[in-house]
């Protein structure tokens, strides 16, 4: 991946709330990542900002009302038929009481079950605890495989042209 380049705009958003050293994690009943944990998320709607997308994706699927939510970086991926970008986020839940979701079941889990356990998300192995930790916004770029197995990732920094105020998000 060069960084150099013009990133495109996140077409969907990721969050991960959280309750002390707790997370709320999505087993996801659809795809992708179907039979997964991972955060709460989705589609960034025409002339909605990733920062919007966030805030509505997250009351729709858990009930929760946030306010705001902390910009942790971009997630890139590469695989045989797909490419994408992703807007991460992490936020403090208000509440560890949450709505149904017709995604899936909602858990509060421990930090470092999430970033270990094999029913989560594989790439979240890898940035979780950075994400957690509040590390500065960077780029996590995954190529897979065609089995969608994680072939090789990297970490790099938001290039210099990225436009924090574009996408509506605090850095």
């Known amino acids: 991946m060069n960084t150099r380049t013009n990133l495109p705009a996140p077409t969907h958003t990721l969050c991960f709330l959280?309750?002390?050293?707790?997370?709320?994690?999505?087993?996801?009943?659809?795809?992708?990542?179907?039979?997964?944990?991972?955060?709460?998320?989705?589609?960034?709607?025409?002339?909605?900002?990733?920062?919007?997308?966030?805030?509505?994706?997250?009351?729709?699927?858990?009930?929760?009302?946030?306010?705001?939510?902390?910009?942790?970086?971009?997630?890139?991926?590469?695989?045989?038929?797909?490419?994408?970008?992703?807007?991460?986020?992490?936020?403090?839940?208000?509440?560890?009481?949450?709505?149904?979701c017709d995604e899936g079941e909602l858990r509060w889990h421990p930090k470092q079950w999430v970033i270990r356990s094999s029913s989560v998300v594989s790439n979240i192995h890898i940035f979780g605890t950075e994400l957690f930790n509040g590390t500065p916004p960077c780029i996590y770029h995954f190529n897979y495989n065609v089995n969608g197995q994680i072939q090789s990732y990297e970490r790099q920094p938001l290039p210099s042209s990225f436009q924090a105020s574009k996408y509506d998000i605090n850095i």
């Open 18 to 100: 959280t309750s002390g050293e707790k997370v709320l994690m999505l087993y996801r009943d659809k795809e992708p990542n179907r039979g997964l944990w991972n955060g709460v998320g989705g589609r960034i709607e025409i002339g909605e900002t990733p920062h919007d997308a966030c805030l509505r994706e997250i009351l729709e699927e858990t009930g929760l009302y946030v306010t705001a939510a902390r910009f942790a970086g971009l997630l890139t991926w590469c695989g045989i038929a797909t490419t994408g970008v992703l807007a991460l986020y992490t936020a403090p839940a208000p509440s560890e009481k949450v709505s149904a």
